[in-house]
DNA sequence: TGTTATTTTAGAATTATTCTAATCTGGGGC
DNA sequence: GCCCCAGATTAGAATAATTCTAAAATAACA
């Protein structure tokens, strides 16, 4: 049993992206990515941190998630009017939208075809994001 | 030259929507629909009828897009964190969003082709949601 | 016209997010 | 290992969009 480096990949992350490891950066980067895919507000993950016991404020947790969209280690996704969810599934995918619970499910992009996109009048398309919304049954 | 009557077409909409036809509602309506297919949010309503010199407060403008969308005379659309688009298009229909300028710009539902639509996990569709992101050429 | 339920309103409250300016810290050089 | 300082973190104030509250106005209808 050889004493594992928790921190290891989330360090090599950071760098690799250019970040500083900080101890927030390297905490938040740790939950963000050691439980796979997941949608998380900054409040969320601000909990999850102090439930933790990382010290971290909002500020900060606000600075690192919009810094990590930068690096695109993140995906910032907008459903709702007023709140920000911020994906760790980077590849290129769609979303489920669950009005009752808020909650949002990934759609690898192979599962929907979207085909015939038109050109936009100017710019370049950056993305396209499909966003299936549902409602109680019926 | 009979004399038009500029509301009616806006009081047949509204009685048919159960809303009372007060004045505000009424010129909030003229606004909203007698300009063909437009995307506005709160603020830019309010500063319209402002310089309409129609007397209405914020939260009325609130309360009125709300019960329109209620009512299906409107559609909220949410590209951007912190800010409520309205679509006065309530077709079946997908959007490109210019980051730049902020701007929305309809795309009819047929020129886009959304399909293998994958089954939710359970309750039912409300809604499909296309929106191609446009930024600055590269 | 009088009555009442509905609507409108000003202003305060709330919520998510960003800003500010002071303090702290990671990491390179000695 | 210690110093330094650019970059990071922080508390708390500020901002922005929206919602709430409770009081005043008004549409509808007898």
Redesign the interface.
Known sequence: MSNHRPFANAIELLRASKLRPTRQRLALAKLLFEKGDRHVTAEQLHDEAVAASIPVSLATIYNTLHQFVAARLLR?V???????YFDTNVADHHH?F???SGKL?D?ASD????????Q???????????????????
């Open positions: 910032e907008v459903v709702n009017p007023g709140r920000s489920f669950f009005e009752e499910m759609i599962r929907i075809e979207v085909t015939n996109l038109p936009p009048p100017h710019g370049a398309i950056r993305r396209v994001d499909v966003v299936i919304r549902v409602g109680p049954k019926s």
